[in-house]
Nanobody
């Protein structure tokens, strides 16, 4: 069982930046891919960025390309999501989750989840 502890998030003005962190309880974290999910108010959870187990491959949805960067540090059992040029539509709860070693885009492929962190972007 891997526990994921999230930190970061908060309230920021449009155009600002935030960095989310996700730290795992077990070293087996290094064998999993990591996905960051966004759940906007009243909407389903959506994968917005993912990184493979060794950090060589990444995936982004179109709306965050060029603004968000996913990274990981397996020695620290951690993954990060750097969010720049934030927009009001980025508001919502963000979750990190671990999945199979190589990136999968289906939400059901992810098994361990963080507790979620709120991001609010004001106009």
């Amino acid at each position: 069982q891997v526990q994921l502890a999230q930190s970061g998030g908060g309230l920021v003005q449009a155009g600002g930046s935030l960095r989310l962190s996700c730290v795992a309880s077990e070293s087996t974290f290094s064998g999993y891919s990591v996905g960051w999910f966004h759940q906007a108010p009243g909407k389903e959870r959506e994968l917005i960025a993912a990184i493979g187990w060794n950090g060589e491959n990444t995936h982004y949805i179109e709306s965050v390309k060029g603004r968000f960067t996913i990274s990981r540090d397996n020695a620290k059992k951690a993954a990060y999501l750097q969010m720049n040029n934030l927009k009001p539509e980025d508001t919502g709860v963000y979750y990190c989750a671990t999945g199979p070693p190589h990136i999968m885009t289906e939400t059901l492929a992810y098994h361990y989840w963080g507790q979620g962190t709120q991001v609010t972007v004001s106009p």
